[in-house]
């Protein structure tokens, strides 16, 4: 099959890796493992992860709306803030409700007080390499810090969720984490039936101590007789995703310069936010340096300094790994650029179109 750039490329053999090893984790640990659709809603390759998975959690009523319909299973909802007509709709078909304050659950406790409840905890500990990303730093609006006015409103919830952590690839470090929950929140813990420890727990990276991983959640839920659930969402797609570019013109300004037919802005903003280079393979020998710049307006459009085997020319495929998270979520039609189609290699070698964008979806998106 002959594919135009850009796109994405999905391979199911290596989501089915990360798959693999949450089932071990699974059935090691007794832990639930429900996707975080913020990092990842390509339901394309829904039946193949939900098959390994729990289910989804989600962070407004759509992305609840299409775990709901794509995923299947368990259908967790948990928002910041929930507008009044969210919860009318969630009530319908969620499994658990999060809410991230006392006064929002206390303001819709009356409309969904016979469903599964859960509020969000601030443990004011964290594991972050981003200040941006860190839900415990300075006045952090996520989560309850108060022990007390959960204490007092345990009556109407079944869970606690304590999302601390952001590609934390350290089980030691988890573990010093969970002994300190246990230590401070031992009260409501004891008291509930289920807790998540939320996403960033980077436990699908080479290296990561994923006996460790299960002894630690194991012990955790034994000692305070809870469900366990985590919300992967990097963890779950980790590796599993190209974006495949082509050269389309090649400059100098002190440095050569590679543009290609993408952009950072447009269809990997979490470089710009956070500051990093799009991750590429080594290539043998390299030594032919290039700044690989998208085609956007936007004078930081730069997706890294890489080194080559070759010198590029026109044409040239640049292909950037571990291109799944926070990245198709996230794209955008900023300068009217097109956006990268989905092409998924399914576990069958069969590689498949999924979904191209015309300039029918540009149009579409505003009015
Ligand atoms: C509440 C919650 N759960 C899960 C996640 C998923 O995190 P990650 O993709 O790092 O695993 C996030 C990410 O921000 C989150 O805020």
Redesign the pocket.
């Known amino acids: 099959m002959k594919l135009k750039t850009p796109y994405y490329f999905i391979e199911e053999k290596k989501l089915l890796e990360n798959m693999k090893k949450i089932a071990f984790i699974r059935e090691q640990s007794g832990a639930k493992f429900v996707l975080?659709l913020?990092?990842?809603s390509t339901w394309c390759v829904f039946d193949l992860m939900s098959k390994y998975m729990d289910g989804t959690?989600s962070?407004a009523l759509y992305e609840a709306k299409l775990g709901y319909e794509k995923f299947g299973k368990e259908v967790h909802a948990?928002s910041v803030a929930y507008p009044k007509e969210e919860i009318l709709e969630l009530k319908k078909f969620a499994d658990k409700i999060?809410f991230n304050s006392i006064s929002q659950l206390k303001r819709f406790y009356p409309l969904v007080k016979n469903k599964n409840l859960g509020i969000?905890v601030n443990p004011k500990i964290s594991y972050s390499h981003f200040d941006l990303?860190d839900?415990a730093r300075k006045n952090s609006r996520?989560g309850v810090i108060n022990k007390k006015d959960i204490l007092d409103n345990l009556d109407k919830i079944n869970g606690l969720?304590f999302?601390f952590?952001?590609?934390n690839e350290d089980a030691d470090n988890l573990e010093q984490s969970l002994n300190y929950i246990g230590k401070n929140y031992s009260k409501m813990l004891e008291k509930v039936e289920w807790v998540?420890f939320?996403?960033?727990?980077?436990f699908t990276k080479a290296g990561y101590n994923i006996e460790k991983f299960c002894k630690i959640l194991r012990d955790f839920s034994k000692k305070y007789n809870v469900q366990i659930y985590l919300?992967?969402?990097?963890?779950?797609i980790t590796m599993s995703a190209k974006l495949v570019t082509s050269v389309l013109d090649i400059t100098h300004n002190g440095k050569n310069i590679a543009v290609i037919d993408s952009s950072t802005e447009a269809h990997m903003l979490d470089l710009l936010t956070y500051h990093t280079p799009a991750k590429m393979a080594k290539q043998k020998n390299a030594k032919y340096e290039y700044i690989v710049a998208g085609r956007t307006c936007l004078a930081g459009d730069i997706f890294g300094t890489y080194k080559f085997t070759k010198p590029l020319k026109i044409g040239d495929k640049i292909v950037f790994e571990d291109a799944a998270?926070?990245s198709m979520v996230k794209m955008n039609w900023f300068n009217g650029v097109p956006m990268p189609s989905i092409v998924v290699k399914r576990l069958n070698g069969k590689k498949e179109l999924v979904k191209s964008f015309t300039y029918k979806d540009f149009i579409g998106n505003l009015s």
């Open positions: 975080a913020k990092c990842f959690t962070s948990y999060i969000r990303a839900p996520l969720m999302h952590n952001c590609e998540s939320g996403g960033g727990i980077y919300e992967p969402g990097e963890s779950s998270g926070y």
